[in-house]
């Protein structure tokens, strides 16, 4: 697998946590901060990985 891969299947992941994350928040309020906190950490990750993706693909 090379580098570029292996970001394209992390960013998969990432983003299936985000959509996970957010509907578990939909269906389960009472731990809607707890979820909310990992929605924002995966984003971070969401973003670092674009960025790395498009240093890599100029």
Do not use: C, F, W
């Not at 957010?22 to 969401?46: Q, T």
């Amino acid at each position: 697998m090379i580098p570029l891969e292996a970001l394209e299947l992390a960013l998969s992941k990432e983003k299936a946590s985000v959509k996970l994350y957010r509907r578990l928040a939909l269906e389960h309020s009472s731990i809607g901060d707890l979820l909310g906190s990992l929605i924002n950490e995966e984003e971070k990750h969401v973003k670092m990985i674009e960025e790395k993706i498009r240093e890599l693909t100029q």
